[in-house]
C-alpha cells in the first residue's frame, strides 16, 4: 500500500482564517465522494472556512483552480479519479492535470493539496478514499497538506 512510510503529522494545523476551495471531478461517484468528505472532515477540524466546486472530470481541476485563486482562496484541494483503461487516455489526462495543477500552485504562490488519485484499477480508489473499509484517505491528506503549506509560506513570507 502506497501510505507505507508517510509521515506522522504534529497537532492539527490551524485553518482559521483560511479560505479553502474543495475542487472534485465527478467521474468514479463512490470514491470521490469518499475523498471529498475526508478533505471536508478536515477542514472543518481546522477551522477552515470551505467551499465545495464539482468539476466534469480531473481535466477541469487546473482551470478550476485557476479561478479559484483569482477568486481569493488561500488553498486548493484538488480531488479527482482517473482509472486506467486501455487507451493512452489515462496517461494524457493524469500527466495534463498533474502539470496543470503543478502550473496553477506556481502562478499564484499558493498551495493546490493534491489529491487526484491515479489509479490501475476501481479498488485501488476504494482503498484510499477514506470510506470505512479504507486502508487510507487521501482527501484528508490532501487538505491537511493545503492547510499546512498555506501556513508555511505565510510564515516564510512574514
Known amino acids: 500500500m502506497s501510505g507505507a512510510g508517510a509521515p506522522t503529522t504534529p497537532s492539527p494545523v490551524d485553518g482559521s482564517g483560511l479560505r479553502v476551495v474543495v475542487i472534485a471531478g465527478t467521474w468514479h461517484e463512490t470514491i470521490s465522494n ?24 480531473s ?29 493512452p487516455h489515462f ?8 502539470d496543470g495543477l503543478t502550473r496553477v500552485s506556481l502562478d499564484a504562490g499558493k498551495p493546490v493539496g493534491f489529491g487526484l488519485l491515479t489509479l490501475d484499477d476501481e479498488q485501488q480508489g476504494l482503498d484510499r478514499a477514506g470510506l470505512p473499509d479504507s486502508k487510507e484517505d487521501k482527501g484528508a491528506e490532501a487538505a491537511d497538506a493545503a492547510l499546512r503549506t498555506a501556513r508555511l509560506l505565510a510564515d516564510l513570507r512574514g
Open 91 to 98: 496517461e494524457y489526462v493524469s500527466a495534463a492535470s498533474t
Open 34 to 57: 469518499g475523498l471529498i468528505a475526508g478533505a471536508q472532515r478536515t477542514l472543518d477540524a481546522a477551522g477552515a472556512e470551505h467551499s465545495l466546486v464539482r468539476v466534469p472530470g
Open 59 to 87: 481535466f477541469e481541476l487546473a482551470v478550476t483552480a485557476q479561478a479559484a485563486f483569482a477568486g481569493g482562496a488561500d488553498a486548493v484541494v484538488a480531488l479527482g479519479v482517473i482509472i486506467r483503461g486501455g487507451t
